[in-house]
């Protein structure tokens, strides 16, 4: 007799338990090579090394996988949902744009992911609507990147937990985010500032030279509004002293109102504190591992958005980015 369950709670239930996420692969007797994501991988044993998965009885890889004598499996890396997705596809060539290299078997090995086990069958169990396949590990590759997660139906990564009391501070005080960004912030740019003051240069000369670099070719009026969410303005006589520093010419032209552009020699310093800016966010970085600082900036552009709707009406409406961008890799939803 069957036990009585809430399907969909049983699954959300289910999906309590956070696993990563595999591409299990074979190649079948047709020639044909076959693969599927499965989160259903565990390790069984260590001595002999084994592990096991299970798979729908749906799913249309069953005869291939039931036939086969070898598979491989794929923990997939923390940048490779689009591959999770593509291989939860059925009816679709899965191994489409997939470099492909051939392990025992002829089993399709995938490149990119985190660790990879090539099997061999020693065990299949019927396990109600799934085959649990059990593998013998001939080989396996580990290359250290960090993974992919399945929790609840969604994917995520993987973040160290920390004791650090600090931390969880939520204080008034150090314990004030704004404290904590403004003093990151100001703190990343001190190699920045240094520069600056190293050419007779202020903060406000820097405001003006990254709205520039953000885009060409801006009305003073333009610029004012960009910068002033820094609480500093942009005066005529700012534009005069960068004009007679060479960085940027006031372009008066047939416009009504004059547009402030690059000069050569403007455009080429923007370029050195944009490197010198990118240097400091490494530093800045370099005791985070790769989840933690893409953590940091996914809540961080929460916060940018969450905190966007107290914004003066004529800031909101102005766009930081154009196409003249001095960014190599720009990104304009960042400060929309
Ligand atoms: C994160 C994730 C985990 C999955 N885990 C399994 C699994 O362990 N076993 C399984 O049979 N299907 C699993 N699936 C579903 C299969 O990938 C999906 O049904 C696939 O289309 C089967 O392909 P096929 O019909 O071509 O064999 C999972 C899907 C996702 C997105």
Partial sequence: MTTKIDAP???????????GVTVVTTHGEDDKDYGLTANSF??????????????????????????????????????QERISNQFAKSGTDKFAGCTIDRGHGRVPLLDGCSARFECR????????????????????DSFERPPLVFHGGNYGMVMKKTDDA???????????????????????????????????????????????????GRTVAELDRLVSISGLRVADDDIRKLAERGLVVLDDGSEREGVVRFT??????????????????????????????????????RVIQTTA????????????????????????????
């Fill in 309 to 336: 709707s107290m914004l003066p009406d004529h800031w909101q409406k102005d766009q930081f980015w154009r196409g003249n961008h001095l960014w190599t890799e720009p990104e304009p939803s960042d400060v929309s």
């Fill in 166 to 216: 600090a931390a969880a501070r939520t204080s008034f005080g150090d314990g004030w985010l704004g404290f904590l960004l403004g003093r990151a912030y100001y703190q990343m740019l001190l190699p920045v500032r240094n520069n600056l003051a190293g050419h007779d240069l202020r903060d406000i000369d820097y405001n003006i030279l990254t709205v520039l670099s953000m885009g060409d």
């Fill in 264 to 301: 050569d020699t403007g455009r080429s310093y923007a370029i050195e504190l944009l490197a010198i800016s990118k240097a400091a966010e490494s530093d800045a970085e370099r005791d985070l591992d790769y989840r933690e600082a893409q953590v940091m900036k996914l809540l961080l552009r």
């Fill in 121 to 140: 069958v020693v065990h299949r169990y019927e396990g109600g609507d799934h085959v649990i396949f059990v593998g013998e590990v001939l080989n396996f």
């Fill in 9 to 19: 709670q049983f699954r959300k239930a289910l999906g309590s338990f956070t696993t």
């Fill in 42 to 79: 565990n390790s069984v044993s260590m001595d002999p090394p084994m592990v096991l998965w299970s798979l729908g009885k749906k799913s249309s890889s069953l005869p291939a996988f039931q036939a086969a004598g070898h598979f491989a499996v794929h923990i997939l890396a923390a940048d």
